[in-house]
């Protein structure tokens, strides 16, 4: 099946004027959405594979410019080996399946998050990763972030870090470090600005979600749980969007 296949027609159209430039995404509710089927969590993990192809091809039919997903925190870890072990392999299995047709898309794919700190045993998914971040990168469509092994503290303790180095080798001076300059040293580097978080499932936090970069984010939560967000539910959400007024500290 095509992802990206044009011929479903939308029942509400978002206004293109008012669309967010970048989008977020905490898929949340995956265990929930499986429990209540009376099924193993992975079962949910694998209809959310399913609900995120939709939620791709829809933000890139719409012409967002950046769309990043929050697919595993550096928290995650946490959960039992075996689901671990599947959600790890249905990422290998979506790399697999779908990187020819993101490419054909012109889908510049980028990871967020440390890579090469992954445990043993998943060298497989290291260089599906890398692979399918160096074949995209040129490409001019829809920028795709996958926050993976991705913490916003981590992030950004490793941009002081690598800014601190610079300084220390004599490259910069403390003044040197602007906002610019330390945005420049997180993974979302050349990114535009978070306009909108959505989070599924009814939960109201961040998750250690990119903490810097949603400083002036607008925040949509919807009780839908992931493997049901349903392009009419991301359209929804593009709609509270465009109603908001966004005054960054200002009067309007
Ligand atoms: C989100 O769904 C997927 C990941 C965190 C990888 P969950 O697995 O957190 O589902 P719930 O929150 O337990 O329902
Ligand atoms: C956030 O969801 C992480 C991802 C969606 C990948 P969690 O389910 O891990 O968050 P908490 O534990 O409810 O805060
Ligand atoms: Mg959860």
Not at 66 to 90: D, H, P, Q
Not at 91 to 110: G, M, N
Not at 173 to 193: C, N, Q
């Amino acid at each position: 099946m095509a992802i990206f296949g044009k011929d479903e027609q939308k029942q509400t159209a978002p206004d293109r004027e008012r669309l967010p430039r970048h989008v977020a995404i905490i898929m949340d509710g995956n265990g929930r959405w499986a429990q209540k089927r009376g099924m193993p969590r992975t079962f949910g993990h694998k209809a959310g594979v399913e609900a995120l192809r939709g939620i791709i091809r829809h933000s890139s039919d719409l012409g967002i410019e950046a769309l990043t997903i929050y697919a595993f925190s550096t928290e995650n870890w946490k959960r039992s080996v075996e689901e671990v072990g599947a959600l790890m392999g249905l990422l290998l299995e979506y790399f697999t399946r779908e990187l020819d047709e993101l490419h054909r898309e012109r889908v510049c794919i980028r990871i967020l998050g440390d890579i090469d700190a992954m445990p043993k045993g998943l060298e497989k998914q290291q260089a599906a990763l890398r692979a399918a971040m160096e074949r995209t990168k040129d490409n001019t469509g829809l920028r795709l972030n996958i926050a993976l092994n991705y913490g916003g503290r981590q992030e950004i303790v490793r941009a002081a870090q690598t800014l601190a180095r610079r300084a220390c080798a004599g490259e910069l001076s403390p003044e040197d470090i602007t906002m610019d300059v330390f945005a420049d040293a997180l993974y979302t580097r050349g990114m535009p600005e978070v306009d909108l978080v959505i989070r599924t499932s009814g939960e109201m936090r961040l998750s250690n979600f990119l903490l810097y970069q949603c400083a002036y984010a607008e925040f949509y939560v919807t009780d839908v749980l992931w493997p049901d967000f349903d392009c009419d539910a991301y359209d929804e959400a593009l709609a509270a969007y465009a109603k908001r007024n966004r005054r960054f500290g200002g009067v309007q």
